[in-house]
């Protein structure tokens, strides 16, 4: 794993936007792996602004977001259909029959779930991940407990998940209990990975992932086991690594 710990957030996200501007230039049709949550929004401010300054192009990219909690239709502001399309989508020239964002309104989701992994395969797979991290080591919604060797699935958001995702909801009790989300084992299959994570808040989080043990009670761990993920952190959140690492 690669560790980069950068002085702040504008350093952080414009060093994370170069991996996907290089990706989207080496080959216009990259397939992107796209994360909701406050910390990816100034990668997407940057890449929409290599957008504009005609830098890069989305015409021929496909994306899948990696979850959307269940019960919010794609209008409700809450939902992550509607957060990527304000924070990125709607800003660059990428076709929408090629973006893939999980409903959080279908009926029957043993199929669903299936049918959004075939959409990946059919794709070709993910060739570049954005991961943010929870404050409990989750990727995407995999909540501990989840199995390493999850997919695409439903789950029941933790308590502390609720919590922190409460600040975006008017009260807690508005917050879904559910959520559509990849799996442990979809995501490790992206070729590329970067998890950025920022604030003292994820510090045990991202000291579970890059140093603690391989397990379902940090699911970030996992990425250990990938050959090609990097974290890009700020200090802060880079405070409870034992190891030294490249500043
Ligand atoms: C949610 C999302 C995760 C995200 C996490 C952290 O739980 N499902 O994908 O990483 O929030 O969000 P933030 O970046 O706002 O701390």
Same mark, same amino acid.
């Given at each position: ?21 290089? +990706?989207? $230039? ?13 910390? @990816? ?16 192009? *989305?015409?021929?990219? $496909?994306?899948?977001?990696? #979850? ?8 409700? @502001?809450?939902?992550?259909?509607? *957060?990527?399309?304000?924070?990125? =989508? ?22 669903? +779930?299936?049918?959004?992994? /075939?959409? &990946?395969?059919?794709?070709?797979? &993910?060739?570049?991940?954005? =991961? ?8 995407? *919604? ?5 199995? =390493?060797?999850?997919? $695409? ?7 502390? $998940?609720?919590? #922190? ?14 959520? &559509? ?36 009670? +940090? ?14 952190? /700020? ?5 409870? =690594? ?6």
């Amino acid at each position: 794993m690669n560790i980069i710990i950068s002085d702040d957030y504008q350093q952080m996200s414009s060093m994370a936007a170069q991996v996907f501007i290089q +990706c989207v $230039t080496a080959n216009p049709r990259a397939v992107l792996g796209l994360a909701t949550g406050s910390t @990816p929004i100034g990668v997407y401010q940057n890449l929409i602004t290599s957008y504009q300054s005609g830098e890069i192009s *989305f015409e021929s990219v $496909t994306s899948f977001n990696l #979850d959307e909690y269940i019960g919010l239709h794609r209008d409700h @502001p809450q939902s992550y259909y509607y *957060f990527m399309h304000q924070q990125l =989508l709607n800003h660059v020239n990428i076709q929408g029959q090629r973006v893939f964002i999980p409903s959080g309104t279908e009926e029957d989701y043993g199929a669903y +779930c299936q049918w959004y992994e /075939d959409q &990946i395969a059919e794709a070709g797979g &993910i060739d570049l991940q954005i =991961l943010g991290i929870g404050s409990d080591g989750h990727i995407a *919604f995999n909540e501990p407990g989840t199995a =390493l060797g999850s997919r $695409t699935h439903i789950t029941e958001l933790d308590h502390q $998940t609720i919590d #922190d995702n409460a600040r975006f909801f008017d009260s807690k009790a508005d917050v879904p209990r559910r959520a &559509i989300t990849m799996g442990v084992a979809t995501i490790l299959e992206a070729k590329e990975i970067i998890l950025l994570a920022t604030g003292q808040n994820k510090a045990q989080a991202v000291r579970d992932a890059i140093e603690g043990p391989l397990s379902s009670e +940090c699911t970030a761990s996992a990425l250990q086991q990938h050959p090609n993920v990097t974290f890009y952190l /700020d200090s802060a959140a880079a405070e409870l =690594l034992k190891h030294e690492y490249k500043h």
